[in-house]
C-alpha cells in the first residue's frame, strides 16, 4: 500500500506561485505520478503526469505555468504553479499508478490518492 500526503497549499493573490509538494511513503512499483484538481461542483481535472523516467505532460489549461517535477530520492512530487488565477482555485490532489506508465488523467487509471490540499486564488 502506498500512501500519499499532500502539502503546500495555500491563499495567494493573483499573479502569485506556490508549491504543493506530495510525499509518497514508497515509490515501489510506481510507473506513473500525477497531479488532479477539483473546484466546487466542477469534475476533477487532471492536470500534469510524470513518468518513472522523467518524462511529462500537462493540460492546456496549465501547459506553461505549472511544473510537475519529483525527487526519488525523496520519494517526493512537486508542483510548481507560477502566474496563480482566481480560476485555479480547487483542491489539488496527487495520484499515482502501479506497473504501467502514463497514458494520460483518467482517474480510474490511479491506484493511490492523496487527500488533498487546498488553494485558494483571489483577485
Known amino acids: 500500500q502506498v500512501q500519499l500526503v499532500e502539502s503546500g497549499g495555500g491563499s495567494v493573490q493573483a499573479g502569485g506561485s506556490l508549491r504543493l509538494s506530495c510525499a509518497a511513503s514508497?515509490?515501489?512499483?510506481?510507473?506513473?505520478m500525477a497531479w488532479f484538481r477539483q473546484a466546487p461542483q466542477k469534475a476533477r481535472e487532471g492536470l500534469a503526469t510524470?513518468?518513472?523516467?522523467?518524462?511529462?505532460a500537462y493540460a492546456d489549461s496549465v501547459k506553461g505555468r505549472f511544473t510537475i517535477s519529483k525527487a526519488n530520492a525523496e520519494n517526493t512530487l512537486y508542483l510548481q504553479m507560477n502566474n496563480l488565477k482566481p480560476e485555479d482555485t480547487a483542491m489539488y490532489f496527487c495520484?499515482?499508478?502501479?506497473?504501467?506508465?502514463?497514458?494520460?488523467?483518467?482517474?480510474?487509471?490511479?491506484?493511490?490518492w492523496g487527500r488533498g490540499t487546498q488553494v485558494t486564488v483571489s483577485s
Open positions: 510524470i513518468d518513472s523516467d522523467g518524462g511529462t
Open positions: 495520484a499515482a499508478r502501479r506497473w504501467q506508465r502514463c497514458t494520460g488523467v483518467a482517474a480510474n487509471d490511479y491506484n493511490y
Open positions: 514508497a515509490y515501489i512499483s510506481i510507473k506513473c
